[in-house]
C-alpha cells in the first residue's frame, strides 16, 4: 500500500524563511518593477517589525498592532495602505504555499485599510514656473539638451519616470498629422498612445541629433566632458535630475510625479476635457484623474448655477 505524502500542517507563527519565500511569490506576481519596489520595500518594513517580536502569531490581531504602529508614525493614509496591501499578499501567498492557516490569512485580509482623511495633497506648478524650470539646463551643453527634453516630456506629456527610461526611438510616430508616442506600455501593464505637443519633440530632436541616436533608448548617459555612453539611464537619474533644476529654478523640492500633475492640471486649465487628460495619463479611473487635478467643489458661482434652464428674472 503507497504512503500518503507528507503535508506540512499550516502554522500560527512564521519564521523569517517563510516569510522570505512568501515574499519572493509576492514580487513574482507583480509586472511592474515600481510595484516590485513599493511591495518588496513593505514586506520588508513588516518582517522587520513582525520579527522584532518573535512567537507573534501571523493573524489579524498582529496586522492591526502594525497598522496601528503605521499609524503612530504620522505616515499619509496611501503609504499605510500600501504597506496592508502587501501584508495581506503575504498572507495570501503564505497560506497558497501551506505555510499559514488558511483561516488567518482570511482574517488578515479583512483588515481594514486606513482612513484617507480629506484630499492627498501634491505640488504643482504654475505656467510661468513650469517655463522657468525648463529655462533652466544649458542648452549649449550636451547634457543640458538631453536635462531639458527629460523635463519637457515630464511636464509636456505627463510620463511616468518608469515610462520616460524606457522609451526607445521607435515609439515616436506620426498619427493625424501630430507626433505621439505609440503603444505605450504604463503601470499594470496598460497600453496607451500619448500625444507629443511640437515644442516637446523640437527639445528631443535637439537631444537626438547633438547625441547622434539613431535607435534604441531614447535617453543616455553623459560623462563630464559631453560624450554619450550606454544603453539608457535609471529612474534616479531623472529623479535627480527633476530635484536638481527644480532647486536652481528656486521651486523646493519637487519631484518627478509632481510634474506629472502639473502637466494634468496645466491641461485643464487650458480647457482640456477631463476624459482626454484620463487617456493622457493612462489612468483606469476618473477619479485618480481628478484627484491628480486638484479640484475641489465651488459653491459659490457653482457649475450649475447658469445651464439656460434657470427662470428669467422679471423686469
Not at 114 to 135: C, F, Y
Not at 287 to 307: F, M, P, S, W
Amino acid at each position: 500500500m503507497k504512503k500518503p505524502l507528507f503535508r506540512r500542517k499550516p502554522r500560527r507563527i512564521l519564521r523569517l524563511p517563510d516569510l522570505d519565500h512568501s515574499k519572493t511569490a509576492v514580487l513574482r506576481t507583480l509586472p511592474s518593477p515600481s510595484s516590485q519596489r513599493a511591495y518588496r520595500f513593505a514586506i520588508d518594513d513588516f518582517i522587520a517589525w513582525y520579527c522584532s517580536e518573535p512567537r507573534l502569531a501571523f493573524n489579524k490581531t498582529v496586522v492591526l498592532r502594525y497598522r496601528l504602529q503605521l499609524e503612530a508614525q504620522h505616515l499619509a493614509s496611501s503609504t499605510i495602505n500600501v504597506r496592508l496591501a502587501a501584508v495581506r499578499r503575504l498572507a495570501y501567498e503564505a497560506a497558497d504555499s501551506g505555510l499559514l492557516s488558511p483561516e488567518l490569512a482570511a482574517g488578515i485580509r479583512r483588515v481594514k485599510s486606513a482612513k484617507a482623511l480629506g484630499v492627498r495633497l501634491g505640488n504643482w506648478l504654475t505656467v510661468n514656473q513650469a517655463k522657468a524650470l525648463l529655462d533652466v539646463p544649458d542648452v549649449s551643453l550636451i547634457r543640458g539638451k538631453r536635462d531639458r527634453a527629460i523635463l519637457a516630456l515630464l511636464v509636456g506629456c505627463g510620463l511616468r519616470r518608469s515610462e520616460l527610461v524606457q522609451l526607445t526611438m521607435d515609439k515616436f510616430q506620426q498619427r493625424e498629422e501630430h507626433w505621439a508616442i505609440l503603444d505605450l506600455i504604463g503601470k499594470g501593464g496598460h497600453v496607451r498612445t500619448v500625444p507629443v505637443p511640437d515644442w516637446v519633440k523640437d527639445t528631443i530632436d535637439q537631444w537626438v541629433s547633438a547625441a547622434n541616436i539613431k535607435a534604441g533608448r531614447l535617453f543616455r548617459c553623459v560623462s563630464k566632458t559631453g560624450s554619450v555612453w550606454g544603453g539608457g539611464i535609471s529612474e534616479k537619474v531623472v529623479w535627480s535630475t527633476v530635484r536638481e533644476f527644480a532647486a536652481k529654478a528656486n521651486l523646493g523640492k519637487i519631484a518627478p510625479h509632481d510634474l506629472r500633475r502639473t502637466c494634468a492640471r496645466l491641461c485643464h486649465q487650458a480647457g482640456g476635457e477631463l476624459e482626454q487628460i484620463q487617456f493622457l495619463l493612462g489612468h483606469v479611473s476618473v477619479q485618480t484623474t481628478e484627484r491628480y487635478l486638484g479640484c475641489k467643489q465651488r459653491l459659490r458661482h457653482a457649475v450649475n448655477d447658469r445651464i439656460g434652464l434657470e427662470p428669467c428674472s422679471s423686469g
